[in-house]
Each structure stands twice: as C-alpha cells, then as structure tokens.
C-alpha cells in the first residue's frame, strides 16, 4: 500500500512539473537583444540581468559569440535590464515591459569604462511593438486597454474584435470568427491551462473566463502561431490572469445599470424601456505572503442580470374572435403561417376558396365560450405594422425578460519562486 501511494505521489509530481513547464511556456514573454559598443562591435561574454519591478525577481543570461542575449520564460510584467562587460561601464533599461506569448526586442550600447554609465529608458506599450524574433502573428490586450476602453459588457472576450481579421459569429455559439475560422476552431487559455469546452467549443467566453479586475493581459494569436499552442487552426485567445506583488493592492467596485436610466426602444410603443437590470460587485486583493518569495491575488464578483427586449406574437383580430375574417379580397386563397413562416408566426393552414365580394366571410358559427376563451388568452393587437393579416389576425407587440442570471465568480492565484531559476504558479476560477 506504502508503494503505491509512494508511486501516486511521483506520479503527481511529475505532472505538476510538467504542468509547470506548460504554464511558463504558455503564459509568459521573454527579452532579447544584442549588445555592442558605441562603435557597433559585438560585446561576446557580456552578463546580463533582468529585475521584476513588482516581485524583485532577477533572472540572468550570458550574450553568446554574436552579442545576442535571450531571457524566456519571464512572467508578465515591468523589468529592470541591466549588462555589463569587461571594460566597459553598465549599460541600463528601464521600464521594460514584458508581455505574453512576446519577445520583447531590445539592444544596448555599452560606454567604454570610466564614462557615464548608459541609461535607455523604454518604457513602450508592447502592444504595437513589432515582432522580429518569430512568425506568429498577434493582438496584445493590454491591463491598459482592458481598463482604458469602453466595455458595457465588462467582459474582456469583446475586446477580441478590436484585432485584424475578427468578426463575430452569426450561429448560436455567438463565437468569434478569425480569418474566416469556425468559431469552433478557436483555443482558449487561461494562465497556459487549456480552457475549452471539449464537448461543444467554440464559445465566446472559454469554460471559465477570469473577469476585466482579474484580467492582467491576453494575446490574440490569429495566424502562424509558435508550435507550442497547436490544438486548433482558428485564434489563440492567451489569458493571464493577475499575480501578487510586493506591495498590497485592492479594490472594491459596484456597477448598477437599469432601465430607469435607459433609453425607450424605437419600436416600443408602451412608452417604457425594456427591462433592465444589472448589479456587478466584487473586489480584489493581492500582495506578499513572503517578501520576494510568495505573492497571492484574489478576485470574487458577484453579477445580478435581467435583460429584456421587445418580443412580437400573433393574436387574433377582435372580429376574427366573433367569427368575422375580414381579408380584403374576393378569394381567400391559402394562408401558411405555420411555425417558421414570415417572422416566426405560428398558426394552422387556413385554406378558403370562396368569399364576398369584399373579401368578408362571417357567419363561420364561432361558439361564444371559445370567444371567452381567445378574449382571456389573447390581448387585443396593439402594433398594426407587425399584423401578418390584418382584419384576421393582428401583432402584439411587448417588452419581456428573456435573459437572467445570478452568479458568482471567483479567481485566485498564487506565485511562489522556488529557486534562481524555477518558479510555481497556480491560478483558479
């Protein structure tokens, strides 16, 4: 028994290392450049360091025989860049964003020793930063935009239709259509994990999407995307959600719209706005559980929505009730209105072949207690725009609730730096 638990246990660290592996690949940036002097010669051998301005993590690389440095696997984030060489003075970056599933592109000159040390601050939004290092073609959402632009409905996937070639879907998955894709053949990540619905995918929101105060950044991969994604050929939506630092942060928020406030519907003719109300609250919190080492985030948001919009039925006309079909012309002819017909009507097949002249037929010998019946059933119609056949059957026209939800919604992450050069991450919602 002692084995197997033994085995079990090395199993699920083996998984929980590749599972690391697979968040650093997935879910982070990296930096790389070359370094020279002021006269443009390559400085082999020069020692390179970055610093996270958030957590003081430091990670190191040596340039190789071309100059060139590479730095991976860095989460997102603002860093400090340092390098230096023999003979030469420091050379320093400030301000350097990293941002994921990106290499970020910087190259310093180095004074030679005894002068000023040289000083680039960067500084730049990596979202329209040109990418030289791969063919993977890309959208950065950055915590600026998601903040910055207007999003009534605060949820972070519409702001995919602000990258080139991305439309939204016209079936009833209501996805998003990239380069011409199925919806379905889009990947969602959150944190490197996969968050697809594996049984039917290609929805807007992924199986758990992180909410906008949860949401540091994400990419958009639309075309030619590194192997490690793979999965599918439409987009790659690249969630990260936000970590601890070694500061305390939080917030708390509430978001309240209604219809008190809301404009009435061009079609409406109750005088009303359509129903609406929507309460989103919530608030986060994250910081230091040990200085440099371990950092924690929390978010939770509670979202109370009833939506509702102007709906049509058919009724029938106050003289159809009494047995009097008013129609307007000599033969009747065939009237469809099955289910699917013009505007989704439903009804029987109602076929007459003949008719007064004035196209009236009475007298068709309707039972009172049925016109008691269709009186206490059915409104009268109130929108003679929308009657498939007037004198027969009218349209009413009214505003309902077709849309509720009641949730809550959770997303907490904790980061912990193991050793120089390993860290572990663990992200829910």
Partial sequence: MLTNVRRVAGLAGVLLLVAATALAQGASGAISGTVRDPNGAILAGAAVEVTNKATGEKRSAMTNEEGVYTIPNLPVGTYTLTASSAGFAAGKADDVNVSVSFTTTLDLSLNPQGAAESVTVVGADTSTSLNTTDQQLSTLISNKKILDLPLLSRDPNSLILISPGTTTSDSR????????????????????????????????????????????????????????????????????????????????????????????????????????QRRQWGGSIGGPIKKDKIFFFTNYERDIYKLGQQVVRVVPSALARQGILQTGAEN????????????????????????????????LGVNPAITDLLNRIY?????????????????FRFASTINFNDSHQVTSRVDTRLTEKHNLAGSFT
């Fill in 173 to 276: 998955l209501g996805g998003f259509v990239v380069n011409g894709q199925r919806e379905r053949n889009n990947n969602f990540q959150v944190d490197g994990v996969d968050n697809n619905d594996t049984e039917v995918p290609g929805g807007r929101f992924g199986v758990a999407t992180p909410t906008i105060d949860a949401t540091e950044e994400f990419r958009v991969l639309t075309s030619s995307y590194n192997a490690e994604f793979g999965r599918n050929s439409g987009a790659v939506i690249n969630v990260v959600t936000k970590s601890g630092t070694n500061e305390f942060h939080g917030n708390a928020y509430i978001y309240y719209r209604s219809d008190a406030f809301s404009a009435r519907d061009f079609f409406d003719i109750s005088g009303k706005p359509d129903p609406l």
């Fill in 379 to 395: 409104p009268l119609g109130n929108s003679p725009a929308d009657a498939p056949l007037p004198g027969v059957f009218d349209a």
């Fill in 332 to 363: 009747f002819g065939t009237l469809d209105i099955r289910q699917g017909g013009a505007n989704n009507f439903s009804g029987p097949i109602l076929d007459f072949v003949f008719g007064a002249p004035d196209g009236t037929f009475s007298n």
